[in-house]
């Protein structure tokens, strides 16, 4: 409002100031006028009141006068033998002479001599008066004999003096008729200029009234809004103190006296450093009024609202909000300093604070609770699992394949859902960040279809993909979730679809990408279609035989999709199957190389002397098991401090820490043996933990180890890890040193295998009838062969299984037929 009223102010100012300018400038154009009208018109009357041309006239006529009497005394003389006559004529024409002279040389007639009539006349005149002149001037004898000439001449000199006086007088006629036409000129001009000053003072006046009413007007606004602006200084709930740049306070309003406890009277005049300013402020507040005064700069002024301190009078220091503006009061600056009490506000914001730190430490707690219990969940699951897998390969009946099939089912199934726990946990907590990488689409759509193929076909369903359209290669995406989200789809698909069939289709389009997952299942009631991606959402009918979820799955995919940009939904008839539907964006990219040599790419590796670290005894002897099963060379420790103490024995190729462990756990031990001087300093060490969290995998990188082994422990993975940090050499222990314990166990599962391959190449010779039965035995086996070396095996009982799948007995002759043929050639089973 101040800045307001003086802008009007200085608007009014200049418009005053303009007026007067105009004013002056109309006044010196007034003054300028009529002193040139004045001094045209006294011009113009000094030439009327000339005696200049009287006086020439009068010189004309005496001219013509003089001559009469010079004429008369010439005749006189004649006529007159007195010597007296004689005497008069001298006189006269002296007389007559004199005067021609001056009409001849004088510079009043110069300019009449300029015509040429007058001055040829006069000139011819004094001509021949010049031709007399001896004699008028010799003897008188001579002079009266000479009287007839005389008056001869007197009568030629006549005509030629009337033609110059007419010419003269004609003349300066003319010049007083013009004379005469330029002062009504001038006169009218100065009519004119003269109404035309009358009109300019008139607009003159009528602007001056109007400056004047507006000016009047103005003063009543200025007044009024000073009035208003008092009013709302006064009624203002923030605090408005005016100062000058000596910091001299100006105005000290009604809420600044509340809130500061000043009476106005008490501070008009004061510094404001000594009212407002917390001693512990002054000495920045000093030096930044000093700053502006000197240099003008400002550092708070006109930077709006900052948080800031101040100072009551009972010397209470508070925040206030500050917000600084520069003002102007004539040619005076000041500081207009608007400030808040935000004592309620602050303390009402640090609850909040206080309160939202324990909201989130909850919230951090309860995902620290999850994590810990999946991760100790997973634990004890990763031994059951491992077991349940050796024990698979130990010779077992019929009803105890059954069962530990069952429980293997169960323990995936359960894994799943502690998976599904941990990810939930991992978004709530927001630590699921996304992690793109160049992934094989084909590649991965087809490993995660023939990783639920046997699912599927447990189901008595047949599932495949395809491509519509111009297929994908490598991409640029989250392929761990989006592998995730398709596993969920698929499992669902899988799960709710019996003796059917199951498709996922890809395509690429403008958009990105567009999956697919269509299954010809019991479908979603239209009911439930919008609240099946919501956590913990079931629906009733599963069916006989079908397994119920946890009703995190969706809402997990749902999740990962949203989290990579992208968009799910299903459509479904109920009974008649469901279309899961996934949009996400895509990123084409070059591939990298591929390496044609598998073998040099990943390396076998065997007879590694490795140390396993693991408290729990079960997992302890899973994967000392399974290390010894792959010929490797095996040290226990059970703790960290006895992997530090074993580290410092001997080199080994490969350390394999568990993290959580009594006495040390896995960081701590992994930081002792970089830290010492030991033979295992720069050996690789893997954590390996059923913490999967990708933050996790970055603290234990952290702590100096140099990769992660996940459990519940999958052989392939412990391979490439082995293959990985060791690059496939070959270690001092060789493998005829290897424990007998190794030998023992490859011994047993080889022998299991062939006992297998040959049970089931007997059994195709009876000619069985049954194809599922011919598919299921001939893909058991099949996945063997894989596992002891034995490839072209694998690929030759995959196309019986197929084959059986299809119904065509020719079919399936004719590749049981190629297996027999394959069989005959293929190398010895081995398990390195």
């Known amino acids: ?254 809420a600044a006296e509340r809130i500061f406890q000043y009476s106005t009277d008490e501070v008009l005049g004061k510094n404001i450093a000594d009212i407002v300013v917390p001693d512990h402020h002054r000495a920045a507040h000093d030096a930044g009024m000093q700053r502006m005064r000197i240099s003008g700069e400002q550092r708070v002024v006109g930077q709006g609202r900052v948080r800031l301190e101040a100072k009551r009078r009972n010397g209470e220091i508070f925040p206030v909000e500050l917000a600084l503006e520069m003002a102007e009061s004539g040619e005076d600056e000041m500081i207009v300093a608007f400030l808040r009490d935000i004592s309620h506000r602050v303390a009402a914001e640090t609850e909040l604070v206080e309160a939202r730190d324990k909201a989130l430490a909850g919230e951090k707690a309860k995902a620290d609770f999850l994590a810990m219990m999946t991760h100790e969940i997973r634990t004890p699951l990763n031994g059951l699992l491992g077991n349940l897998a050796l024990l698979e390969k130990t010779p077992l009946s019929v009803t105890q394949d059954r069962y530990v099939r069952n429980m293997d089912i169960s323990g995936g199934v359960l894994m799943h859902h502690v998976d599904a726990v941990l990810d939930v946990a991992r978004f709530e907590a927001g630590a699921a960040e996304p992690r793109e990488e160049v992934v094989h689409l084909g590649r991965l759509m087809q490993d995660i279809v023939d990783s639920q193929a046997s699912a599927a076909e447990a189901n008595g369903n047949h599932i495949q993909w395809g491509w519509i359209g111009d297929p994908a290669t490598w991409v640029r995406i989250d392929a761990s979730r989006l592998q995730q989200v398709l596993l969920n789809l698929v499992g669902n698909a899988i799960k709710f679809t019996r003796d059917g069939r199951i498709v996922v289709e890809a395509e690429c389009s403008e958009s990105g990408l567009d999956l697919r997952v269509i ?147 896995g960081l701590g031990a992994t930081r002792a043996i970089r830290a010492g001087n030991g033979p295992n300093r720069d050996a690789p060490i893997v954590a390996f933990s059923a913490n999967v969290l990708p933050e996790a995998k970055d603290r234990f990188i952290a702590a100096g180890m140099s990769g992660f082994l996940p459990k519940p422990l999958v052989e392939e993975e412990l391979v490439r890890v082995i293959n990985q940090f060791t690059s496939g050499e070959q270690s001092a222990v060789e493998a005829s040193v290897a424990p007998q314990k190794e030998q023992n166990t490859l011994d047993r599962l080889t022998a299991r295998y062939v006992s297998q391959m040959n049970a089931l190449f007997d059994w195709l010779d009876t000619g069985p009838d049954d194809m599922s039965e011919i598919a299921a035995e001939a893909h058991k086996v099949a996945g063997s062969a894989a596992a002891f070396g034995q490839p072209d095996l694998r690929d030759a009982l995959v196309a019986v299984e197929m084959a059986a799948e299809s119904g065509d007995r020719d079919l399936v002759e004719r590749a049981i037929e190629t297996a027999r043929q394959t069989r005959e050639h293929l190398p010895d089973p081995s398990l390195s």
């Open 1 to 254: 409002m101040i800045e307001a009223t003086s802008q009007q102010r200085s608007r009014d100012t200049a418009l005053w100031r303009r007026g007067q300018l105009l004013l002056v400038l109309v006044g010196l154009l007034c003054v300028l006028s009529i002193t040139f009208l004045i001094s045209e018109i006294i011009r113009d009357l000094r030439f009327l009141n000339s005696a200049r041309s009287d006086n020439v006239h009068w010189v004309l006529s005496q001219a013509e006068v003089e001559f009469l009497d010079f004429r008369n005394a010439v005749q006189s003389a004649q006529s007159s033998t007195d010597p007296d006559a004689l005497e008069e004529l001298i006189v006269e024409f002296d007389v007559f002479y004199s005067r021609i002279d001056t009409l001849h040389t004088g510079a009043l007639y110069t300019e009449l001599r300029q015509i040429e009539p007058f001055g040829q006349s006069i000139a011819t005149i004094r001509n021949r008066l010049d031709a007399v002149i001896p004699i008028i001037d010799g003897p008188r004898d001579q002079l009266r004999a000479a009287l007839p000439a005389l008056s001869e001449a007197a009568d030629e000199i006549r005509p030629l003096l009337r033609t110059a006086a007419t010419t003269g007088l004609q003349y300066f006629v003319e010049r007083s008729d013009q004379s005469r036409e330029n002062f009504a000129s001038t006169l009218l001009r100065l009519a004119l200029i003269a109404a035309a000053l009358v009109l300019a003072l008139i607009v003159l006046l009528g602007h001056t009234r109007r400056v004047g009413k507006q000016t009047e007007t103005r003063g009543h606004e200025l007044a009024d809004a000073y009035s208003r602006l008092n009013t709302i200084l006064e009624t203002s709930l923030d605090a408005v103190i005016v100062a000058d740049l000596d910091g001299r306070i100006l105005n000290f309003n009604k």
């Open 519 to 665: 299954d010809t299942g019991v479908g979603i009631p239209e009911a439930d279609q919008e609240r099946i991606f919501g956590d913990f959402q079931t629906i009733d009918n599963t069916g006989e035989g079908a397994t119920a979820g946890t009703g995190l799955g969706l809402g997990i995919a749902r999740r990962f999709v949203e989290a990579m940009d992208g968009e799910i939904g299903v459509e479904s008839t109920e009974d008649e199957g469901s279309v899961f539907w996934v949009r996400l964006p895509l990123t084409c990219v070059d591939g990298p190389e591929e390496d044609d040599d598998p073998q040099r790419s990943c390396p076998e590796a065997q007879g590694h002397n490795i140390l396993l670290v693991e408290d729990n005894e079960i997992n302890l002897e899973l994967a000392g098991e399974t290390l010894f099963g792959l010929g490797h060379r095996v040290t226990e420790a059970r703790n960290g401090q006895e992997a530090v103490e074993a580290a410092e024995k001997g080199r080994f190729d490969l350390i394999l820490m568990d993290i959580r462990m009594p006495v040390l756990d």
